[in-house]
Each structure stands twice: as structure tokens, then as C-alpha cells.
């Protein structure tokens, strides 16, 4: 498949539903960590994971770029932040694509409260697309999430709607997802998850976080519906962290992407 058919079958995947111009596809997570865990939120502490799931993600702030399926024309950048204040935090984040023929821009925040053992967090999600010759879109999403976290197992159960909420467009109609997580050592984490949605039917994960060395740690995943497999590297420098993924596609190249993440004590 020469260059411009894979840019053009790439940017197909991306903007799925964005001809339309009514309901517009979340972008693909473009943070290296997330991109390595195959968006399992339980399996990080990234600030970036709250685009997952409201109550994922610790206090800190990150950004990411990366080439998708190698392919230059093609731009993302992403910055994400979690401030924490006593036992409640809020979230923001940004996301953007650009080609010469298709721009987009994701903007989220939130708000999550904790008590005990026990996590809850809203989030609303806007997006705004331009596609020259066609127009420009925009399209509201509401995000909620529960975490909860006992000794050594997370359980994350997220969804996300888009907005507003009728008669056409039911609770029922948006995605889910569920995570859990177990530490089955200091140095290992393994992970698994589902999500599911009313017009894409099921997508299942497996992951796991290891440490190579007190500053060095691993992770990869699988994901399903396409297969892909993830891998990536983050090494620490006190509360800062340099971290390096790929994941793989059945039809396209592979996707590449660098961050870095500065986590507030």
C-alpha cells in the first residue's frame, strides 16, 4: 500500500463518524503510557488516564506527541493535568490532530471525590472537528466514573455519553468500560478490561506493568477488535518520568509515541 493510501485509510480510522458532522469519534490516546496499557485505566497513575476514565489518573502534569502509523502528515499532541486538594481532585486535558485536511481538537475536565476505599468522578468531553469543503462539527460528551480500591486490586468502571440525553439518544446508547487490576507483587501488575458499546460491539484488554529496575519499568498489553499489541518503557527521575510506546495495527504501520509526565508529591 504506497503513502497516500495509508494516509488516507488512516485518517478514515481516526475521524470515523466525522463525515456526518453530527457524532464525532473520540481521538486515539496519543500518551505513550496509555498507548502501552491498551487503555486500561487501573494499570496507571498517569495524569493523562483520566481521559479513560474520570477517576483514573494521579496528581501531575503531562504531555505527549507521537507519528501515527508513521506517518508525517499526520500531528497529535496531547496535555493533561490532575491537581488533588485533600481527598477530592480535578482534572483538565487537551487533545489535537492536525492534516492539511482534517482538524480536530478534544478539550475535557472534571471533578472526583474519595472517600474510604471508594472513587467518583464526572467529566464532560467537547469536540470540535473542521474538514474543509464539509464544514465544521462539534459534538458534547458526559464522562463518569467509580474506582474502587482494596489492598491490592483496582476496579474501574467508567462510561460516556454523548450529549444531550433523550429520547433518541438513551443512557443505554453510550460506551462502557470496566478495568481491574491486581498487584500480584511490588514489581508486577496485571490487568485486564472490557468495553462495550451499543454500535461496535465488545473490545477486550489484557495488560501488565512491571519493574525492571527501581527507575526502570515495563509495560504491554493486548487489545481486541483490531488486535494490536502495545509495549512501552518509562524510566523515573525522581517525580519525573520520560517514557517511550508503540502498539501495532493489522493493516496500517505501527504508532509511536514519546511523553513526559512531572508527578506533584
Not at 48 to 56: C, E, F, I, K, T
Not at 200 to 229: A, D, M, Q, V
Amino acid at each position: 500500500m504506497n503513502r497516500l493510501a495509508r494516509c488516507l485509510v488512516a485518517l478514515l480510522w481516526l475521524v470515523t463518524g466525522a463525515a456526518a458532522l453530527h457524532s464525532l469519534e473520540s481521538l486515539p490516546v496519543i500518551n505513550p503510557v496509555l498507548l502501552a496499557t491498551g487503555g486500561l485505566s487501573a494499570l496507571t497513575d498517569d495524569p493523562a488516564a483520566s481521559v479513560l476514565n474520570p477517576v483514573a489518573g494521579e496528581g501531575g502534569v503531562s504531555t505527549s506527541t507521537g507519528w501515527i502509523h508513521k506517518l508525517n502528515e499526520l500531528s497529535q499532541y496531547d496535555i493533561a493535568s490532575v491537581l488533588s486538594f485533600q481527598s477530592n481532585s480535578m482534572f483538565a486535558g487537551w487533545q489535537a490532530l492536525n492534516h492539511d485536511d482534517y482538524k480536530r481538537q478534544d478539550i475535557r475536565f472534571g471533578i472526583r471525590c474519595s472517600y474510604a476505599f471508594f472513587r467518583a468522578g464526572v467529566g464532560y468531553k467537547l469536540m470540535f472537528d473542521e474538514i474543509p469543503g464539509y464544514g465544521s462539527a462539534r459534538d458534547e460528551r458526559l464522562t463518569a466514573g467509580l474506582r474502587l480500591k482494596y489492598r491490592k486490586a483496582t476496579l474501574d468502571i467508567g462510561s460516556e455519553h454523548r450529549l444531550p440525553i433523550d429520547d433518541t439518544n438513551r443512557l443505554n446508547c453510550g460506551s462502557f468500560n470496566l478495568c481491574l487490576a491486581q498487584k500480584l507483587e511490588d514489581s508486577f501488575v496485571l490487568a485486564a478490561g472490557l468495553e462495550t458499546c451499543k454500535s461496535e460491539g465488545n473490545h477486550y484488554k489484557l495488560g501488565c506493568r512491571y519493574k525492571i529496575t527501581p527507575n526502570f519499568s515495563g509495560i504491554t498489553s493486548w487489545t481486541s477488535n483490531p488486535g494490536r499489541f502495545g509495549v512501552g518503557t518509562t524510566f523515573n527521575l525522581g517525580t519525573l518520568r520520560i517514557s517511550y510506546a508503540l502498539q501495532t495495527h493489522p493493516e496500517l504501520d505501527w504508532s509511536h509515541t514519546v511523553g513526559i509526565t512531572l508527578m506533584f508529591p
